[in-house]
C-alpha cells in the first residue's frame, strides 16, 4: 500500500516492508524468551534455539528464493533463469529443515531435549510471519485478484498490485489475520492448557488457510504443479507433515517422560548422615 522508501539509513533506502519484517523478528525472538521463561526453559535450549533459528531464517530466505527463480523459469524458459522473488512455502519447509538438521548435530551436546520447548515454536514462527505479510501488503506484493467485495483495496500507482484504480482482494492482510489469530489461540492453548500438539495445529490449520486462499490470490507465482499452485502443492504435503506431527511429538513426549522416570529412578538416595541420624540405634 506504501511501496515507497520512508526513510534513508547510510545511504539506503529504508521501506515498510523491510520494517515489518524486522518487527517480526523481533516479535519471534521476544516470544521465544517471554514465553520459555514463563514456562522454566533452560537457558542453553533457548540460547541455542536463537542461534539455531538465525540459521534456519537465513536458509529459508535462501531457499524461498532459489525454488521461486526456478518455478518463474518454468514457466517462462525464453526468459532465461533470474535469481529473484521469494516464496514462503518453499523458504518455510527449507527453513524447518535446516532448523531440526543443526538440532539433530547438537542434541548430545545440550542437557534439554527438543520436547520441551516444541510447542512454543508455531507461536514464534506465526508472530514474524504476521508481520512480514503487512509488509507485503505494504510493499504491494501476494496481492488478491480484482473485487468489488467492501474489503477490496485499491493499491497506489507505483505498487507490484496497481490494477488501474481498480480494487483487489488484500490477501495480504487476510493472511496477516488469521496468523495473529493462530498465534493468540496457540500462545493460549500453550501458557494456559500445556498443550502439547501446537505443532501439528499450526501446520494443518495454516495449510487448509493458505490451499484456500490460493484461489483468490492473482500475483506471479510461477509454474503450476500438478494444476495446482506451489502453494497449494506445498500445502498438501504441509497439511500431512501436520498430522505426521501429531503422532510424533505423542512419540517424544512418552520417550521424555519415560526418560525423566528414569532420571528419578537412578538418583542417589539422601545420605542418612546429613541429618544427624549417624549412631543411633
Not at 34 to 55: E, H, N, P, R, T
Not at 77 to 88: N, Y
Not at 211 to 218: A, C, G, P, S
Request: hydrophobic share 45%; glycine share 12%; net charge neutral.
Amino acid at each position: 500500500m506504501y511501496p515507497y522508501p520512508i526513510f534513508t539509513l547510510f545511504g539506503l533506502d529504508v521501506y515498510l516492508y523491510g520494517v515489518m519484517i524486522a518487527t517480526g523478528m523481533l516479535g519471534c525472538f521476544f516470544t521465544l524468551w517471554g514465553f520459555s521463561k514463563k514456562k522454566g526453559i533452560s537457558q542453553d535450549l533457548v540460547d541455542f534455539i536463537f542461534y539455531d533459528g538465525m540459521a534456519a531464517i537465513a536458509i529459508g530466505f535462501v531457499g524461498a528464493t532459489l525454488v521461486q527463480s526456478v518455478l518463474n523459469y518454468l514457466k517462462n524458459p525464453e526468459g532465461g533463469f533470474e535469481v529473484g522473488g521469494m516464496s514462503f512455502m518453499p523458504g518455510f519447509i527449507c527453513g524447518a529443515l535446516a532448523f531440526f538438521g543443526i538440532y539433530l548435530l547438537w542434541r548430545k551436546k545440550l542437557k534439554s531435549r527438543m520436547t520441551d520447548i516444541l510447542p512454543l515454536l508455531p507461536s514464534c514462527v506465526l508472530i514474524a510471519h504476521g508481520f512480514g505479510r503487512i509488509g507485503c501488503f505494504f510493499a504491494g506484493c501476494c496481492y488478491g485478484a480484482p473485487t468489488d467485495f467492501f474489503l477490496g483495496v485499491v493499491f497506489p500507482r507505483g505498487s507490484h498490485a496497481y490494477l488501474n484504480g481498480a480494487a483487489r482482494h488484500p490477501t495480504q492482510l487476510y493472511e496477516a489475520a488469521f496468523l495473529f489469530l493462530a498465534y493468540g489461540i496457540l500462545s493460549y492453548l500453550y501458557l494456559k492448557r500445556n498443550f502439547k500438539h501446537t505443532l501439528s495445529a499450526y501446520f494443518c490449520s495454516y495449510a487448509v488457510f493458505r490451499f484456500l486462499i490460493e484461489f483468490v490470490r492473482d500475483d506471479e507465482r510461477g509454474a503450476n504443479i500438478l494444476g495446482l499452485s506451489p502453494s497449494q502443492f506445498w500445502s498438501i504435503w504441509l497439511f500431512l507433515a501436520g498430522v505426521g506431527a501429531y503422532f510424533f511429538v505423542n512419540y517424544l513426549n512418552g520417550k521424555r517422560a519415560e526418560e525423566l522416570k528414569n532420571e528419578k529412578t537412578e538418583a542417589p538416595a539422601p545420605d542418612s548422615t546429613e541429618n544427624g541420624e549417624e549412631g543411633q540405634p
